[in-house]
């Protein structure tokens, strides 16, 4: 999988993609994460990519010329082209795994207040928010978008299964985890871990994943109850 990241920052992230799980994927040629700085596309002799917003208001807009000529450079007819922005629809793992299948992806990092809205409107396919917070600009949500796909590409993940008791898939927060010791300064491990009955292990791991779900987001333990009635 290809993914090409338009930023105006891209030092911020250099060293995350080249660093733990991602830095793997990279080395093995499962993923291709090209970065690219906006600023390349300016026609301004100063390399300027932003302006003041018509009918006045604070801060800058990143105008359309340089993020058109960019994202005209490096998509494809097929690629999906994403706007990291505070107003996108919520980053989940179900919309990780539908991007994660892709071949190509076009990320767009915007700054100051936002891109003009005809880039949005012409370019764009989708938007995505990781969070009802503003960041400074969308760098680093394009990094976390990266990590979150990346994990439901086959062979990025050093165990397939370790996907299966992630927080959030089938609707679920993570079961609790332990290793050794088994019994640390008076806390001990739950006996079912250490009986070897894997069968007991699972419904136990389940029954945690629930419980959990319903005492700290009911909001998921609901939609769980509602798919399975």
């Not at 898939?169 to 008076?186: E, H, I, K, M, V």
Request: proline fraction near 6%; include cysteine; glycine fraction near 8%.
């Amino acid at each position: 999988m290809r993914i090409d990241l338009l930023t105006l920052f891209p030092e911020m992230v250099r060293g995350f993609f080249s660093e733990s799980i991602l830095g793997r994927a990279v080395e093995n040629r499962i993923l291709d994460i090209v970065l690219h700085d906006i600023r390349d596309w300016s026609c301004d002799k100063h390399r300027r990519v932003d302006d003041t917003p018509f009918g006045g208001g604070a801060g800058m807009v990143m105008a359309p010329q340089a993020l058109f000529d960019a994202i005209e450079a490096v998509r494809t007819p097929s690629s999906p082209v994403v706007y990291l922005c505070p107003d996108g629809e919520p980053l989940t793992n179900a919309l990780a795994r539908d991007l994660g299948a892709e071949r190509h992806l076009v990320l767009l990092s915007g700054h100051y207040e936002g891109i003009d809205q005809r880039v949005r409107d012409a370019l764009v396919t989708r938007e995505i928010s990781i969070g009802d917070y503003v960041l400074t600009n969308g760098t680093l949500a394009a990094a976390v978008l990266v990590d979150c796909l990346a994990r439901q590409i086959p062979g990025v993940l050093g165990e397939e299964n370790s996907l299966t008791g992630d927080s959030f898939n089938r609707s679920l927060l993570a079961f609790p985890q332990y290793t050794r010791p088994a019994d640390f300064r008076g806390m001990a491990v739950p006996p079912v871990l250490l009986s070897g009955d894997h069968g007991a292990i699972a419904r136990w791991r389940h029954e945690q994943q629930v419980e959990k779900t319903r005492r700290r987001r009911p909001d998921l333990f609901l939609k769980k109850q509602e798919s399975t009635t």
